[in-house]
């Protein structure tokens, strides 16, 4: 018998196995992994973005499908962090999330979309905090009337890692941030 720890481990073994039989996932255990709600996990049913199974009349998540849907946003993960990286070896001090969105087909006038780039962000952030010790993500600005800043999830960013604002005022902060983020990126080599 085998004993997976994870959901994330079985799904490796799913996906090594080259199964061609759906492979049944309560979807509660589907939206614990997600960390988002089984209502959630039942529009992603209805709107395709996941598959279901229904075996003995009990609907299930089909493995695969999460598979699928978690290759898929690794893939967008890696190619906003790639624009994003272009733009700061480049000395760009902002860049909007049309663009971003647009790489990836997504629009920012679907709320589910903005709700996604907002998480396709918040990996790149964890990425970038945990290589570097800062925010690749700084970079990203609403489009707005005058001054531009990143959205309201920036902030929560370092409240999420424990570090302070160092600055008198949040416009200093985001110069010294994105300062912080220009050196690194111009002195640092494309990845592979």
Same mark, same amino acid.
Do not use: C
């Given at each position: 018998?085998? !004993? ?6 079985? *799904?490796?073994?799913? !996906? =090594?196995?080259? %199964?061609?039989?759906? @492979? ?14 089984? $209502? +959630? @996990? ?5 709107? =395709?973005?996941?598959? /279901? ?6 609907? &299930?998540? =089909?493995?695969? /499908? ?6 898929? !946003?690794?893939?967008?993960? /890696?190619? @906003?962090?790639?624009? *994003?990286?272009?733009?700061?070896? $480049?000395?760009?001090? #902002? ?16 709320? $589910? ?8 962000? +918040? $990996? ?10 800062? &925010?690749?993500?700084?970079?990203? #600005? ?10 309201? +999830? ?5 409240? %999420?890692? +424990? ?13 010294? =941030? ?5 050196? #690194? ?8």
């Amino acid at each position: 018998m085998s !004993e997976y720890p994870t959901l994330e481990e079985f *799904l490796e073994a799913i !996906e =090594e196995s080259k %199964m061609s039989v759906p @492979v049944p996932l309560p979807l509660q255990m589907v939206a614990d992994h997600l960390d988002i709600t089984r $209502a +959630g @996990v039942d529009k992603m049913l209805m709107d =395709e973005r996941l598959r /279901s199974v229904t075996l003995a009349g009990t609907r &299930f998540v =089909e493995a695969q /499908s999460l598979i699928q849907k978690q290759a898929k !946003e690794a893939q967008d993960i /890696s190619k @906003v962090r790639t624009l *994003l990286e272009e733009k700061a070896r $480049a000395g760009m001090r #902002h860049v909007f999330y049309e663009p971003l969105m647009t790489a990836i087909h997504r629009s920012p006038k679907v709320p $589910a979309d903005r709700s996604y780039i907002g998480r396709v962000l +918040g $990996a790149i952030s964890a990425d970038t905090y945990k290589e570097y010790g800062l &925010f690749l993500t700084v970079l990203v #600005h609403r489009k707005t009337a005058g001054t531009t800043k990143p959205g309201p +999830g920036f902030q929560g960013l370092f409240d %999420m890692v +424990g570090r302070p604002w160092k600055s008198k005022t949040e416009q200093d902060f985001i110069e010294s =941030e994105t300062d912080r983020v220009l050196a #690194h990126y111009s002195r640092k080599r494309p990845r592979n």
